[in-house]
């Protein structure tokens, strides 16, 4: 079912190379490797010498220690949890498309890459943008999937993240108010080797004495459900908020916790494989061990392996799943407004009453510039933007205007005596990739004190000389609070150098505690305005506008 396309549209969602390519470094496979053979291979070689070990289930847990079934609360939750962890993977494989490329430094340098699933090799013999670089997903695997669908998969993301957290923190606190902690929480560290012992009859097809998990679980599967709840989720909440502009500007040991922002792109990469690995061997094993009694287990809280309704509920509930699999489609190609707007009002609130007030603070050095930074946008192509480009941009003139008090216009060299800060800082792009660079220009709040505002002015636009994706002038808006925050600059200058054409000369736009695209390139003029919804289509910039994008992108 593919969406009717413009043939603009259709050249950015679905081009005629829509190959599915994986391919890991060689360290990364002779790291697969050794942990292979530390696991299986081990395993194996104990079998075969010493023979299977003692199954631990032949000393059972005494009665008194048992948490018997599962209560309505955890039933609910496990579908719940089920429900959103599926349209979170999904989603993150369609956000993952648009930089389709995994790194441990934060420069993400072609080439440095772990791991890539693209076919292609970044060519240096021409400009190469990131954009470029997005590779199209099947909508069966992705959410929204295509290519370049970056900003409807974050708000399918974005609006199951605090749901998603809602259901953990409410399992966790019924978890501990009973007594079903006793089967999930390890009591002792003879839970380690116990595992192993089960991990050796499974590795060399020796299948162990399976407990009923309607009163204990082994050992095995007792710190695998462990891990899940309570290492992966708190992981993968950690490596996104790392990944945040707002808090890494802000608070820079946070991705340090991950080696750096590119590092927790990877973790929370690697999160999102363990879970599908989970997944995938959870329901084998319920397969595997009863499927009829475990479905009962899980949907009615009964010990039965005679009555299929559990089975029947359970194949009910996956068919829910489907069909919402194609109603998510329909909805990001038919209402995809009613997405945006949803994600805005959910994450839009949270993230304006929460890290959209935290303040930047410089903290990297000239020695941590990165030796590459993506390109991105589309030069301009405006016969002005042409003619001032050919003379250096010596006759432009930067016009300031809007409810304002002094409405001025400004030469570069004019900006130039009104000061300069330089800052170093990381940019966060939407799409994944980071850079390190130095930025010189004019603080957007010595700007701010000179035109003086009307007090009805909430927000601040920047228009481009350049392009939208589909065409139009590019645009973005910013509030006025977010222009007065720390390393908010009119940039004339990147790495001590002046500002190239590619980008973004004369002017390029630094809010620091904000994404990529909210910083605009090739600035024409300055408007100072009552909101953000009296321009355009009235969803605060060209992205906003056509590729449904944040309002606020503190994250």
Request: proline letters at 6%; one cysteine or more.
């Amino acid at each position: 079912m593919i969406p009717h396309f413009t043939t603009a549209e259709a050249a950015v969602h679905y081009p005629g190379d829509r190959r599915l390519f994986i391919g890991l470094k060689k360290h990364v496979w002779y790291i697969l490797g050794i942990l292979i053979l530390a696991t299986v291979g081990i395993a194996w070689l104990q079998y075969l010498i010493w023979g299977l070990p003692a199954d631990p289930l032949l000393n059972p847990v005494p009665a008194l220690k048992q948490a018997v079934g599962f209560p309505w609360w955890l039933r609910l939750s496990h579908w719940v949890n089920f429900f959103f962890l599926i349209t979170i993977i999904r989603s993150g494989l369609s956000i993952l498309a648009d930089h389709p490329r995994l790194y441990w430094n934060n420069g993400c340098t072609p080439g440095s890459e772990w791991a890539r699933f693209t076919p292609l090799n970044v060519p240096f013999d021409k400009v190469w943008t990131a954009k470029e670089d997005a590779r199209y997903i099947s909508p069966l695997l992705g959410l929204p999937g295509y290519r370049h669908t970056v900003g409807l998969a974050r708000c399918w993301h974005f609006i199951n993240v605090p749901f998603f957290l809602l259901n953990g923190i409410i399992f966790i606190i019924l978890l501990f108010t009973t007594n079903q902690w006793i089967k999930l929480v390890p009591s002792s560290w003879q839970v380690v080797p116990d595992a192993w012992s089960v991990f050796v009859h499974y590795a060399t097809f020796n299948m162990p004495i399976e407990p009923n998990g309607f009163y204990q679980y082994n050992a095995l599967q007792q710190l695998s459900y462990f891990a899940v709840v309570f290492l992966l989720a708190p992981i993968a909440m950690l490596s996104g908020m790392a990944m945040s502009p707002a808090i890494e500007n802000r608070f820079h040991w946070f991705p340090k916790m991950f080696g750096n922002r590119q590092g927790a792109r990877s973790v929370h990469f690697l999160v999102m494989v363990a879970y599908v690995a989970f997944l995938v061997i959870h329901v084998a094993m319920v397969v595997a061990t009863g499927l009829i009694r475990n479905m009962n287990h899980i949907i009615h809280g009964t010990d039965s392996e005679n009555d299929p309704s559990g089975l029947y509920l359970g194949i009910a509930i996956l068919l829910f799943m489907i069909l919402f699999g194609v109603l998510a489609h329909w909805l990001s190609w038919k209402r995809p407004r009613l997405l945006q707007r949803a994600e805005a009002l959910i994450n839009g609130t949270l993230w304006k009453l929460s890290i959209n007030k935290l303040k930047p603070q410089l903290y990297y050095k000239k020695e941590d510039i990165t030796p590459f930074f993506w390109p991105n946008g589309k030069v301009p192509e405006s016969t002005e933007w042409k003619s001032l480009a050919s003379n250096g941009f010596k006759d432009f003139k930067l016009k300031v205007g809007g409810l304002v008090e002094s409405p001025s216009e400004f030469s570069l060299e004019e900006l130039k005596t009104l000061g300069q800060d330089q800052n170093i800082t990381m940019h966060h792009c939407i799409q994944g990739w980071s850079g390190i660079a130095e930025w010189g220009g004019l603080p957007m709040s010595k700007l701010i004190e000179m035109v003086k505002p009307h007090p009805s002015v909430k927000t601040v636009v920047f228009y481009s000389f350049g392009e939208g994706l589909y065409g139009g002038h590019y645009y973005d808006t910013h509030t006025l609070d977010n222009c007065m925050k720390p390393g908010a600059l009119l940039a004339w200058e990147m790495n001590y150098e002046p500002l190239t054409e590619l980008y973004g000369a004369p002017l390029r736009l630094r809010i620091e505690n904000q994404l990529g695209y909210k910083m605009v390139k090739w600035i024409e003029r300055i408007e100072f305005i009552t909101s953000h919804t009296t321009v355009g289509k009235g969803y605060g910039g060209k992205n906003e506008d056509d590729e449904y994008f944040d309002l606020l992108a503190s994250t």
